[in-house]
């Protein structure tokens, strides 16, 4: 299969993370850049994070664009809580030594669309201000890009922010609404994984052993609901060291909030889906988002059956196979890391 070129933009974050880990894995993805915006922790960090992954994977230098640091209207909000104080749990990856490009993430996104125009996927597992600004800079945008996947919203599912919004959104609606305005137009409508379905995909200290021991690390650690905050992976392979230590972090905020010893995996399943959207089923939805309401702000609604009059903007995500993408995650994933050792 034919690379697909990526514009990623990224708040990371835990499950971002992973969802790079993911791209980084394979011949599948060119990642032409990575952009990054405030959500998880601030846009500073993420691009601290995107810069370290790379260099312990010991990936070609790829482009890292600071974009939006503070949401269009609201106030910035993030979430240490869920990500850690750096927003890779309780990893601690090495000081990157490669530098934040000198370009911002709008620019990014414009430049790069219009040199290689209809070929580029845009990835966003954020919040959507970066992109609510290139398209607003150039409206030629959504004809550009030969489509964007995005990770955010929720539809006939509760929020994981406030009853009805999801984080990427509830951090910047106005954006979000922005890019689901302006992409109506798009030759190929965007993909939106919301948490109808990234809250089916859950990892768990099953899948965390199976990866390490495909990637050959010693020794094959099994993470417990009843290990204490300050235990720490002893994996000889440095990437599943990482990984294990971050992960443990999500694990822990997922039990105490009472969602059970598991890690959602909306990000990687979103990366996975810009790969090759055939592993997802999707239904035309006209999308909207919610900007006044004194509960709901934030809130995706969709219309799924022409209601309101107007045409499809969306194609959302409603069905996956879990089991197969964590499969397909451990093996790429682990064949990463064995390879890094």
């Known amino acids: 299969m034919a690379a697909v070129p990526l514009l990623v933009d990224v708040d990371t974050g835990i499950d971002d993370s992973l969802a790079l880990l993911y791209l980084l894995a394979g011949p599948e993805a060119e990642l032409v850049a990575i952009t990054c915006t405030a959500g998880n922790v601030p846009a500073r960090q993420v691009a601290t994070n995107n810069l370290a992954w ?5 990936h070609p230098p790829v482009e890292v664009a600071l974009g939006a640091e503070v949401p269009i209207v609201q106030a910035l909000m993030t979430t240490e809580e869920t990500h850690g104080p750096q927003g890779i749990g309780y990893a601690e ?11 911002h993430a709008a620019q990014v996104w414009i430049e790069e669309a219009r040199r290689r125009p209809g070929e580029l996927t845009g990835l966003v597992t954020g919040p959507l201000t970066n992109l609510a600004l290139a398209v607003t800079l150039e409206p030629d945008l959504p004809h550009l890009l030969r489509r964007v ?5 929720a539809f006939n599912h509760p929020g994981n922010t406030a009853p009805t919004t999801e984080w990427n959104i509830a951090v910047d609606p106005e954006a979000a609404k922005i890019v689901f305005d302006r992409f109506a137009v798009a030759v190929n409508r965007p993909i939106v994984c919301g948490l109808d379905v990234t809250e089916r995909i859950a990892l768990t200290p099953e899948h965390l052993r199976r990866l390490a021991e495909a990637a050959g690390s010693t020794p094959v650690e099994l ?8 235990d720490r992976s002893r994996a000889s392979n440095v990437v599943i060291k990482q990984v294990s230590d971050a992960v443990r972090f999500y694990l822990q905020f997922h039990r105490d909030s009472g969602r059970g010893f598991i890690a959602h995996m ?3 399943f979103a990366a996975a889906v810009a790969l090759d959207p055939t592993i997802a089923v999707l239904r035309p939805a006209t999308v909207d988002v ?6 709901t702000r934030g809130q995706t609604v969709a219309d799924w059956d022409g209601l309101w009059g107007r045409q499809p903007n969306a194609e959302v995500v409603v069905d996956a196979d879990p089991a197969a993408f964590l499969d397909a995650f451990i093996e790429r994933v682990g064949a990463l890391a064995r390879r890094v050792g």
């Open 290 to 295: 919610e900007l006044a309401g004194t509960l």
């Open 266 to 268: 909306h990000d990687p």
């Open 93 to 103: 990856l090495p000081a990157p030594t490669r530098s934040i490009s000198e370009r």
């Open 223 to 230: 993470l417990r609901p009843d290990d204490g905050d300050d």
């Open 149 to 153: 996947v995005l990770m955010g919203g």
């Open 54 to 58: 790379l260099e312990l994977c010991s």
